[in-house]
């Protein structure tokens, strides 16, 4: 092969590479955790048990949607969706500012922009997953969000097992989700069938420049059979200082008859005035299911100038 042709089976080949890799615009380019070192947990008087039982014990990321209604703040909101080649199809965009009015939370839309194909002809939104995320929010901006325990049930109406089931993936992964055909008992990747597939790392880093944190990633091991699991990685950020929780990164897929996905959700909080608020969550995913629309979407929630 000459040099000419060699140059251009190269261009070529860099061409389809650069749009195989180029499938889906990410929201979140923020970055807020700068990991330090590998830890050697045993010699901080922790060990892997510890971090587990922090992580199902937790309910703070719940606590930081429910509470997040008693403060004044501003927050973006940027969603994305996508057609089948990963073309941006549809897009809200939302500006908001949540203030405390004679004791009850106020919205105020900044900048409310739609393009493309957001709604369907009787104004409901398109996509299932664009509305899943707007009951969370929505209510956490209002003051549905109640004291109750978040994973007894999602509501009235048809969707609210849907909600409920969605709730417990968002704030508490690695809880068993029940009434999923095949996937139930793979969500509760602490128990004793499901540990075998997964091994732990632990480093040490800062959070938002100035806060001591571990990072705990259970991740999946490189010989586990794509039908034994569906969460591929979680990784969860303790505050050095009390073991609080602060973020949590989920990466989950899964395909068999009943549902295909391909998900990548993060979350963090923030400490403000003795109490976590949520900062920021982003999220990219695919989700396949027979009879349905396949769902293709991202998002970026940012959170900020909290202020009693």
């Given at each position: 092969?000459?040099?000419?042709?060699l140059?251009?089976?190269?261009?070529?080949?860099s061409?389809?590479?650069?749009?195989?890799?180029?499938?889906?615009?990410?929201?979140?380019t923020i970055?807020t955790?700068?990991?330090?070192?590998p830890?050697?947990?045993?010699s901080?008087?922790?060990?892997?048990?510890d971090?587990?039982?922090?992580?199902?014990?937790?309910?703070?990321?719940?606590?930081?949607?429910?509470?997040m209604k008693?403060?004044?703040?501003?927050?973006?909101?940027?969603?994305?969706?996508?057609?089948?080649?990963?073309?941006?199809?549809?897009?809200?965009?939302?500006r908001?500012?949540?203030?405390?009015?004679?004791?009850?939370?106020?919205?105020?839309?900044l900048?409310?922009?739609?393009?493309?194909k957001i709604y369907?002809?009787?104004g409901?939104?398109?996509?299932?997953?664009?509305?899943?995320?707007d009951?969370?929010?929505d209510?956490?901006?209002?003051?549905e969000?109640?004291?109750?325990?978040?994973?007894?049930g999602?509501?009235?109406?048809?969707?609210?097992?849907?909600?409920?089931?969605?709730k417990t993936?968002i704030f508490?992964?690695?809880?068993?989700?029940p009434?999923i055909p095949?996937?139930s008992?793979?969500?509760?990747?602490?128990?004793?069938?499901?540990?075998?597939?997964?091994?732990?790392?632990?480093?040490?880093?800062?959070?938002?420049?100035t806060i001591p944190?571990?990072?705990?990633?259970?991740?999946r091991?490189?010989?586990?059979?794509?039908?034994d699991v569906?969460?591929?990685?979680?990784?969860?950020?303790?505050d050095?200082?009390?073991?609080?929780?602060?973020?949590?990164?989920?990466?989950?897929?899964?395909?068999?008859?009943?549902?295909?996905f391909?998900?990548?959700?993060n979350?963090?909080?923030?400490?403000?005035?003795?109490?976590?608020?949520?900062?920021k969550?982003?999220?990219?995913?695919?989700?396949?299911?027979?009879?349905?629309?396949?769902e293709?979407?991202?998002?970026?929630?940012?959170h900020k100038?909290?202020?009693?």
């Amino acid at each position: 092969m000459n040099r000419k042709l060699l140059f251009a089976f190269l261009l070529l080949l860099s061409a389809f590479s650069s749009k195989a890799q180029d499938v889906r615009f990410n929201p979140d380019t923020i970055r807020t955790i700068v990991i330090d070192s590998p830890v050697n947990i045993r010699s901080h008087k922790l060990n892997a048990q510890d971090f587990i039982d922090a992580v199902l014990a937790d309910t703070g990321f719940y606590k930081a949607f429910r509470n997040m209604k008693r403060y004044g703040f501003t927050a973006a909101n940027d969603i994305y969706t996508y057609d089948k080649n990963n073309k941006v199809e549809g897009e809200i965009h939302r500006r908001i500012r949540h203030s405390i009015v004679n004791g009850k939370p106020k919205t105020e839309y900044l900048l409310k922009q739609d393009k493309g194909k957001i709604y369907k002809k009787n104004g409901k939104y398109d996509l299932y997953t664009v509305e899943m995320f707007d009951y969370i929010f929505d209510n956490a901006y209002k003051s549905e969000f109640s004291a109750a325990d978040p994973f007894e049930g999602g509501g009235g109406g048809k969707n609210g097992s849907y909600k409920a089931k969605a709730k417990t993936l968002i704030f508490s992964p690695g809880r068993r989700v029940p009434g999923i055909p095949f996937i139930s008992s793979k969500t509760e990747i602490f128990s004793s069938d499901m540990r075998q597939f997964y091994r732990y790392e632990f480093a040490r880093g800062k959070y938002l420049d100035t806060i001591p944190v571990y990072r705990f990633k259970v991740i999946r091991k490189s010989s586990t059979s794509d039908s034994d699991v569906m969460i591929n990685e979680l990784t969860t950020i303790f505050d050095m200082r009390d073991f609080k929780i602060l973020g949590r990164y989920v990466d989950m897929r899964f395909d068999n008859i009943f549902v295909d996905f391909n998900v990548k959700m993060n979350i963090e909080l923030v400490p403000y005035n003795g109490e976590l608020l949520p900062a920021k969550m982003s999220y990219q995913g695919n989700w396949d299911i027979p009879l349905h629309k396949e769902e293709r979407s991202s998002f970026l929630i940012l959170h900020k100038d909290y202020h009693k």
